[in-house]
């Protein structure tokens, strides 16, 4: 997209907002007299108004009540760190490392694990290899949740990293909203809209319109990176008991030169090589092409005072088109593999459950029950360079790096063939309950009873085989909190692992699934009138037969071993404002990660990070808002690959009201322009040295 039709865009989407009626209604109109012609209105602006999510457990409670390490990364500070990118906005958040080893593809972790599962509105499946492809556009989100430890209660499927929850904005009892336009370092363009339209006078029905388009190159050479983002959402009442919500969301992404693997650092006598940061093994006739659509549709009906039923649907259908070269040394040197592929994915969660309160003891408790099913179909065509799918074709000479982006010619693609395809199904039952065994302790108490299924091959797997397709599995799930007095709260968790793997062995058998333990204590504490929430967690946690690199096979096929990992450290937290107009997030990570023989493993996750965002108000001049985040990592290694030193990574914002309505912004990241490499888990790619990027974002 060029500058003239960049704007172009972005005057249409500001021509679109303008000229749509606006009520600015707010909530109390939207409320008439409590008649009987209008219940409805008061339930839906009612539930619009209270949203409450429901974390770690499927119950509706506060963090503080929460026995499990949850962090928010709110609409505020995504949006002053102008952190568009999902990866980018979770680089800020505590205790979770962003593995970006690949320009398209990344990996998270915590706690020592991968993050496996990342959900919207809290339903999902587990990522194929823990691997996310692209980014999400954070403008859909009203907050993204980061509940760190094991997810039993959640899906009854995950090991003891961690669950990323994307809760989608929805519409709002006022008609109004936003539109941005930023330009920024590498030719950057970006505009975005965000509109809320109150749909009947009585303000049953509401819908909200996001559309957000991004266009810029990179420092690494020749990528250039192109995504446009349309959500739509419509709720509204059905009867007098029943809200109905409905959306839809598309995403086009584009990426040409991406890199498919990453950097080869270590030279052949042991010592590692210091690139230029702009490095890249991609050319310039590669890409990784994405689209995807997905919708939701979302029941929710009233059944007495405290309880209520909810069916939920959500589909997405996902196509990718790549040409790229993996480099990787050779005997004699660097080497290029050529691949071209198409591949599809569709995904199918269905859930319905019950949730409520009810009395019993003298005492108010709260229940939820309900049953999910879960589908994936996986398939992917490659266009032949070989004999067959299972072999490898020849190799293409590449110069020592760096070298420019026209030196490895296309090469001449075979036929498209289909290569591989999977499918996979998770059907769970689930219960869950918070018990008020006296006016200070409560038990938290659940259990999953699953049917995992699996067939084919994985999304980027070895093509395994399996030996039984069909797992089954009971897990439990307690917790217990104890209010120490009304500010303070003790809190212990355990829950059992269970993780379906897609990695094969040296055979070719793929390993049967991750099972262990995982147990949390803590203290949460709530300061200056609720405000500010500190946490003190001490983990604990148990992986048997997780895969760990083995090795490349003969017919050059990577393999795994099943080991036997045990994770523990603790983590200390704040988040929240020190007063109306500042706000702090602070958190310290501390982790030792051991392998069955006692000694350390996986030495490229960082054992220690700090994370520091403060932002807040000038006094003087309440206009300018300022802030700053900070990241310190330990330093990390990973044998036959590279080591990155300990260091500090910052980035700032001013942001400046023009108006009531109107604000300029100014983002710098990588402030002390830092030269470090991103993560070493699969590769190695530097990070971006410093960039600035421009926001007029104005309220409509």
């Given at each position: 997209?060029?500058?003239?039709?960049?704007?172009?865009?972005?005057?249409?989407?500001?021509a679109?907002?303008?000229?749509?009626?606006?009520?600015a209604?707010s909530?109390?109109?939207?409320?008439?007299a409590?008649?009987?012609a209008?219940?409805q209105?008061?339930?839906?602006?009612?539930?619009?108004?209270?949203?409450?999510s429901?974390?770690?457990?499927?119950l509706?409670m506060e963090?503080?009540d929460?026995?499990?390490?949850?962090?928010?990364?709110?609409?505020?500070d995504?949006?002053?760190?102008?952190?568009?990118?999902s990866?980018e906005?979770?680089?800020?958040?505590?205790?979770?490392?962003?593995?970006?080893?690949?320009?398209?593809?990344a990996?998270?972790n915590?706690?020592?694990f991968?993050?496996q599962?990342t959900?919207?509105d809290?339903?999902?499946m587990?990522?194929s290899?823990?691997?996310v492809v692209g980014?999400?556009d954070t403008?859909?989100?009203?907050?993204?949740?980061?509940i760190?430890g094991?997810?039993?209660?959640?899906?009854g499927?995950?090991?003891?990293s961690?669950?990323?929850?994307?809760?989608?904005?929805?519409?709002?009892?006022?008609?109004?909203?936003?539109?941005?336009?930023?330009?920024g370092?590498?030719?950057?363009?970006?505009?975005a809209?965000?509109y809320?339209?109150?749909l009947t006078?009585?303000?049953a029905?509401?819908?909200?319109?996001?559309v957000?388009?991004?266009?810029?190159?990179s420092?690494?050479r020749?990528?250039?990176?192109?995504?446009?983002?349309?959500?739509?959402?419509?709720?509204?009442?059905?009867?007098d008991h029943g809200v109905?919500?409905?959306?839809?969301t598309?995403i086009?992404?584009?990426?040409d030169s991406?890199?498919?693997?990453?950097l080869?650092?270590?030279?052949?006598d042991?010592?590692?090589?210091?690139?230029?940061?702009g490095?890249?093994t991609?050319q310039?006739?590669?890409?990784?092409?994405?689209?995807?659509?997905?919708?939701?549709?979302?029941?929710a009906?009233?059944?007495?005072?405290?309880?209520?039923?909810?069916?939920?649907?959500?589909?997405?259908?996902?196509n990718?088109?790549?040409?790229?070269?993996?480099?990787?040394p050779g005997?004699?040197?660097?080497?290029?593999w050529?691949y071209?592929?198409?591949?599809?994915?569709?995904n199918?969660?269905?859930d319905?459950?019950v949730?409520?309160?009810?009395?019993?003891?003298?005492?108010?408790?709260?229940?939820?029950?309900?049953v999910?099913?879960?589908?994936?179909?996986?398939a992917?065509d490659?266009?032949?360079?070989?004999p067959?799918?299972?072999?490898?074709p020849?190799?293409?000479?590449?110069?020592?790096?760096?070298?420019g982006?026209n030196v490895v010619?296309e090469?001449?693609?075979g036929?498209?063939?289909a290569?591989?395809?999977g499918?996979?199904?998770?059907?769970r039952?689930?219960a869950?309950?918070?018990?008020?065994?006296?006016?200070?302790?409560?038990?938290?108490?659940?259990?999953?009873?699953?049917?995992?299924v699996?067939?084919?091959q994985?999304?980027y797997?070895?093509?395994?085989?399996l030996?039984?397709?069909?797992?089954?599995?009971?897990?439990?799930?307690?917790?217990?909190?104890y209010?120490?007095?009304?500010?303070?709260l003790?809190?212990?968790s355990?829950?059992?692992?269970?993780?379906?793997q897609?990695?094969?062995?040296?055979?070719?058998?793929?390993?049967?699934?991750v099972?262990?333990?995982?147990?949390?204590?803590?203290?949460?504490?709530?300061?200056?009138?609720?405000?500010?929430l500190?946490?003190?967690?001490v983990?604990?946690?148990?992986?048997?037969?997780?895969?760990?690199y083995?090795g490349?096979?003969?017919g050059?096929?990577?393999?795994?071993?099943p080991?036997d990992?045990k994770?523990?450290?603790?983590?200390?937290e704040?988040?929240?404002?020190l007063?109306?107009?500042?706000k702090l997030t602070?958190?310290?990570t501390?982790l030792?990660?051991?392998?069955?023989?006692?000694k350390?493993?996986?030495?490229?996750v960082?054992?220690?990070t700090?994370?520091?965002t403060?932002s807040?108000?000038?006094?003087?001049?309440?206009?300018?808002?300022?802030?700053?985040?900070?990241r310190?990592?330990?330093?990390v290694?990973k044998?036959?690959?590279a080591?990155q030193?300990?260091?500090?990574?910052?980035?700032?914002f001013a942001?400046?009201?023009?108006?009531?309505?109107?604000?300029l912004?100014?983002?710098v990241?990588n402030?002390?322009?830092?030269?470090?490499?991103?993560?070493?888990?699969y590769?190695?790619?530097?990070?971006?040295?410093?960039?600035?990027?421009v926001?007029l974002?104005?309220?409509?």
């Open positions: 997209m060029n500058t003239h039709n960049f704007l172009l865009t972005a005057c249409a989407l500001a679109a907002a303008a000229l749509t009626p606006a009520h209604q909530q109390n109109d939207a409320q008439p409590a008649t009987s209008s219940l209105t008061v339930t839906i602006t009612g539930k619009r108004a209270n949203r409450v429901k974390g770690a457990t499927g509706a963090l503080k929460t026995p499990q390490t949850i962090s928010t990364l709110d609409k505020e995504i949006t002053n760190f102008g952190v568009s990118g990866n906005a979770l680089a800020l958040a505590t205790g979770i490392n962003v593995e970006q080893y690949e320009t398209n593809r990996t998270f915590a706690r020592g991968e993050i599962l959900q919207l809290g339903l999902g587990s990522n290899w823990g691997t980014r999400e403008f859909l989100f009203e907050k993204i949740e980061l760190r094991a997810n039993g209660l959640l899906t499927v995950g090991n003891s961690g669950t990323i929850n994307y809760v989608r904005k929805r519409p709002t009892n006022q008609d109004g909203g936003e539109v941005e336009v930023t330009f370092s590498w030719n950057k363009k970006r505009a809209l965000d809320n339209k109150v006078q009585d303000g029905w509401a819908g909200r319109l996001i957000a388009t991004e266009d810029k190159d420092y690494l020749d990528l250039k990176d192109k995504r446009t983002t349309v959500y739509g959402v419509v709720d509204g009442q059905i009867g109905l919500t409905v959306g839809v598309a086009d992404g584009q990426q991406p890199m498919w693997g990453s080869t650092l270590l030279r052949a042991g010592t590692q090589a210091d690139y230029p940061v490095t890249s991609s310039q006739w590669t890409y990784w092409n994405t689209k995807s659509y997905s919708g939701f549709v979302e029941y009906h009233k059944l007495g005072a405290d309880w209520e039923a909810k069916a939920t649907y959500n589909y997405r259908h996902s990718e088109w790549t040409a790229l070269l993996y480099v990787y005997s004699t040197g660097l080497v290029g050529p071209r592929s198409v591949g599809s994915a569709d199918h969660v269905l319905a459950n949730s409520g309160t009810f009395n019993a003891w003298g005492r108010k408790h709260s229940l939820v029950f309900g999910n099913r879960s589908t994936e179909k996986t992917s490659t266009y032949l360079l070989a067959t799918c299972a072999d490898t020849a190799m293409l000479p590449v110069p020592a790096m760096p070298y982006g010619a090469p001449s693609w036929a498209r063939t290569c591989n395809s499918e996979q199904s998770l059907t039952f689930y869950a309950s918070r018990l008020a065994l006296t006016d200070s302790m409560k038990l938290i108490a659940g259990v999953n009873a699953m049917r995992h699996r067939g084919g994985s999304r797997g070895s093509g395994g085989q030996l039984d397709p069909k797992t089954e599995k009971l897990s439990p799930y307690v917790g217990l909190t209010d120490i007095t009304p500010d303070l003790a809190y212990a355990y829950s059992d692992i269970f993780q379906p897609e990695q094969a062995d040296a055979s070719g058998l793929l390993l049967a699934p099972k262990g333990v995982n147990a949390e204590t803590g203290v949460k504490a709530e300061w200056l009138n609720k405000a500010l500190t946490t003190l967690a983990f604990t946690a148990r992986q048997e037969g997780l895969a760990t083995g490349v096979t003969a050059g096929q990577y393999w795994y071993k080991m990992v994770s523990r450290g603790f983590e200390v704040a988040t929240g404002r007063s109306k107009d500042a602070a958190g310290y501390h030792k990660l051991t392998g069955p023989d006692g350390d493993i996986y030495e490229w960082p054992r220690r700090l994370n520091l403060v807040g108000r000038v006094p003087a001049l309440p206009a300018l808002n300022l802030g700053v985040n900070a310190w990592q330990s330093d290694y044998v036959g690959s080591r030193d300990s260091y500090v990574l910052a980035n700032g942001a400046y009201d023009l108006s009531n309505r109107t604000t912004r100014l983002n990241n402030l002390f322009n830092k030269k470090a490499i991103g993560g070493l888990a590769g190695a790619i530097y990070g971006a040295p410093r960039n600035v990027a926001t974002n104005y309220k409509l």
